[in-house]
Each structure stands twice: as C-alpha cells, then as structure tokens.
C-alpha cells in the first residue's frame, strides 16, 4: 500500500513537472514570437526611415517618380516600391502591426526638412542634437534598433542612442499615412500631418513635349518669314510627320539646306508664342499670349519689343517648371529673361497654343500654312511665279500686272508670251511688272494670255495663263 502511494505521487510529480514544462515552452514560443515581430517591425522601420531620407533627398534635388508598385505578401499590399528618374529606388513598408516610434520630418520655416518625433501624448517635437539644433532630413537616416525589450533610436549612426520607450506587440501606426498616385504626381502623407507631393516623370515628358511642339512652331514660322522675305528659298521636299502610326504635323526641306517642322493644331492651356506684324514700324516682332488673355509684345530688359525677322537671336522657347510642391508651371524664355506663366494642367483642355491651325500641301507651287488668326504664308515648293490669272480690261487700254518671283532674282527672270486675238504683253522694265494690252475689240475667248517665265541659265520655268475679261 505504501508503494502505491509513493508511486502515486512520483506520478502527479511528473505530470505537474510536465506541465510546467509545457507551459514555459508556451511562454518561450510566444516571447520568440513576439521578438520576431518587433525585430521585423524594427527592420521595416529602418527601411521607411531611409526612405524617408531619400524621399526629402529628391525633392531636394527635383526629382520625380517614374513608377510606383505593390508589393504584396500572402496576397495581402503590405507596402510600395517607388522608382524615381535619378534616385535609387525606395520601398515603404505600410507598417501597421506592432506600437513603433512615430519618427516624421517636417519642413520648417527656413525651408529646409528636419526629424521630427510623436510622443506618447500626440505632440509632435522637433529632434535634436546634443546641441540642442534640429537635426536635418538629410544624410544620414535616424536607425532603429531593440535592446532589453525597449526602442532605441541612433541619428548619429550608432555613436549615439536615444531610448524611446518600451517595445510592444501592440497595434500601433506606421510614419506614413497614405500614399496617393494622382494623374500629375505622387502624395505621400505623413502620420505628422506633412505633406510631400513628387511629380510623376509621365507627366512631365507629356508636358515637355506639347512644349517642344510649341517651339518647334515658333521656329518654322521665323523661318519662313526669313524665306518668304529673301524670295530665293523655296522648299524642296515637305511630307508627313508620323509617331505611334499617327500623322501629327509636316516636315519641310528647304533648297538652302534648313528644315523645319510644323505640327498640328493642339489644345493645351501653354503659352502660345508667335511672331507678329507690327503696322506701325513694318516689322515684325514676338508677341506671346497666355491663356485666357490678351496677346503681349515680348519685351526685352529695356522695354523694347524684340524683332523676329532679320536678327540672330533665337526664337523665345516655352519651358517648364516644377515647385516643390510638386506643380508644374510653364515658362517663357528669351533673350531677355525668363517669364513664368500660369500652372500647366492636364493637356488636352480646349484650349490652343498652337501658330499654325492647318498646312496645305496639295497646291502644286506652294505649301499654304495658316495660322490661327487665318493669316496664309504661301512658300513655294519651287521657283515659281505669283501672279493674278484673272482680270478685266477695256478695250484698247493698258494694264500693268504686278508678279511675285520666288526662288530667283528678278533680273534674272525672263518671260515669253503666247497671245491671241491681237493682244500684247511683256515685261516691263519696271522689276516684277507685265504689262498686258488689249486690242480695238476682243472676245473674252480671245483673252487668254500664256506666260513663260524662266531663270537664265536654268531649266527651271513657271508657266501661267492668264485670262482677260472684257469689261
């Protein structure tokens, strides 16, 4: 009997030695779980924290994004990559599992980022040195790590830390609130309430090419004023421009070895820049006008309006520019200065900033460009000759018939004329003049008049018929 009893009780000594062994095994998993948590908590926060640093980094620099993606785990977002155009790449964690130390930046009122920290009342304080001086958003990222179960915080690189308080399991907040990918940029907010707001680099190549279109249209027309004003260039080849399958606008070669392209009608709220023919002084000059407004003359530092045609300077350009808010605004520059315009938004707005409304190819001697106020610059594909083809004359009467000569002096033009029903034309000694007579009595069937005009030593000729009306 007395073995049974010591047998009993070396049993329920065992079964409780057991248990007790369970139960500390229990606790040992769930303490090693729980360091694993806050050792990724901990990995995850240093992570965002250089994030962070990068994130005011590029800003700084005016970066802009190239990309955002998901990254997931199980299925589940647990956080973003985002890619910038000349910055390495970031990633932030959503960090929502675990009570971490609310680590933020802030601008200040010189302008410039610093640390901030959130205690445990919800104030937000500035970090600082042992100097007691705020320390920059920049350099060297604040790094986290556990010691004895508490956080700990280094902005120094590890010479020194700073304890912030008891590591936990609990729920808490991560340092960023939300991020938002807009059609023009990026928004990334803070758990501190600051706000960062990165272009997106899709955007801004969108805007900088409905800008280089701009350009390259103020360009052309500068160019066929300086054509059409020396009479001896005319154009050799002219044809379509086409991108992703698409015509968007005309090429032109020109015979003394310039090209320009033209491109199409286009809305957009930027700037249009245009050269303008001042009535006063018979020249012309660049204006430019913003949306919604009245056109300007583009001035230069004196306050004198700046030529467009018969000097070296080059065309004014429409440019961009983005905020540290992460807007963009267009901008004019020229010889003068720089002038900053209204925001760019989205392109496509029912608005025109284009010169040229349309281009006409189809006329056999000229290419016809018009432009948005319906002005027609009709350059020559050619030597050719510009003259009215239908007029009226009395009979026995004189007509002297003005001409235009393009692709060759006028001393070296010739004509020769094909007339019947006793007519006669010929040049007149006065450059760029025929004249035309007509006889006793005419039928307006006997008024048609053949003009050969020829440059000598060419095989070039432009042939007109001219048709006289009895009046």
């Avoid at 700037?271 to 913003?290: A, E, N």
Wanted: aromatic share 10%; hydrophobic share 35%.
């Amino acid at each position: 009997m007395k073995r049974l009893t010591i047998a009993f009780a070396l049993t329920v000594s065992l079964l409780f030695a057991s248990g007790c062994i369970d139960k500390y095994l229990e606790d040992i998993a769930e303490l090693e779980s729980r360091l694993d948590l806050i050792e990724q908590l901990c990995e995850e926060m240093n992570t965002n924290l250089n994030s962070l640093r990068v994130i005011v980094s590029s800003i700084q620099d005016n970066d802009m994004i190239s990309g955002v993606t998901s990254i997931t785990q199980g299925g589940i977002e647990i956080g973003y990559k985002i890619n910038f155009v000349k910055t390495a790449p970031i990633t932030i964690y959503h960090g929502t599992n675990g009570k971490t130390p609310l680590i933020g930046t802030a601008k200040d009122t010189d302008g410039n980022y610093y640390w901030t920290i959130q205690y445990d009342n919800g104030t937000v304080g500035w970090v600082k040195d042992d100097y007691g001086q705020k320390v920059l958003a920049m350099g060297v990222a604040p790094f986290i790590k556990v010691k004895d179960e508490r956080w700990m915080i280094s902005y120094d690189g590890g010479s020194t830390w700073t304890d912030l308080g008891q590591a936990t399991g609990e729920a808490g907040d991560s340092m960023f609130k939300s991020i938002v990918i807009g059609s023009d940029h990026v928004t990334i907010t803070l758990t501190n309430g600051t706000v960062f707001k990165i272009p997106l680099y899709e955007k801004y190549l969108a805007l900088k090419t409905e800008a280089e279109k701009i350009n390259s249209n103020a360009n052309a027309q500068k160019t066929i004023l300086t054509a059409l004003a020396s009479r001896y260039v005319y154009i050799k080849n002219a044809g379509d421009i086409v991108e992703n399958g698409k015509r968007v606008g005309t090429y032109c070669e020109l015979s003394n070895g310039e090209s320009f392209k033209v491109y199409d009608w286009q809305s957009s709220n930027a700037p249009k820049i245009m050269s303008v023919l001042d009535t006063i002084t018979g020249l012309y000059y660049w204006t430019f006008q913003q949306s919604g407004e009245e056109m300007e003359w583009l001035r230069d530092a004196d306050g004198n309006k700046i030529r467009s045609v018969g000097d070296t300077i080059p065309p004014p350009k429409v440019n961009l520019k983005v905020d540290d808010g992460g807007n963009f605004y267009w901008t004019i520059e020229y010889e003068g200065g720089t002038i900053s315009t209204i925001k760019a938004p989205e392109l496509f707005v029912n608005r025109t900033s284009s010169i040229f409304r349309r281009v006409d190819v189809t006329d056999p001697d000229f290419v016809v460009f018009v432009t948005w106020d319906g002005t027609q610059y009709r350059m020559p594909k050619q030597f050719t000759i510009s003259i009215e083809t239908n007029i009226s004359m009395a009979v026995s009467s004189v007509k002297e018939l003005s001409y235009t000569v393009y692709g060759a002096d006028y001393s070296n033009v010739k004509a020769a004329f094909i007339t019947q029903g006793g007519f006669k034309a010929y040049l007149s000694p006065i450059p760029g003049v025929v004249t035309i007579e007509s006889p006793a009595d005419f039928t307006t069937g006997q008024g048609k008049i053949m003009a050969v005009f020829t440059i000598k030593n060419s095989q070039r000729s432009s042939v007109k018929t001219i048709t006289v009306n009895k009046l």
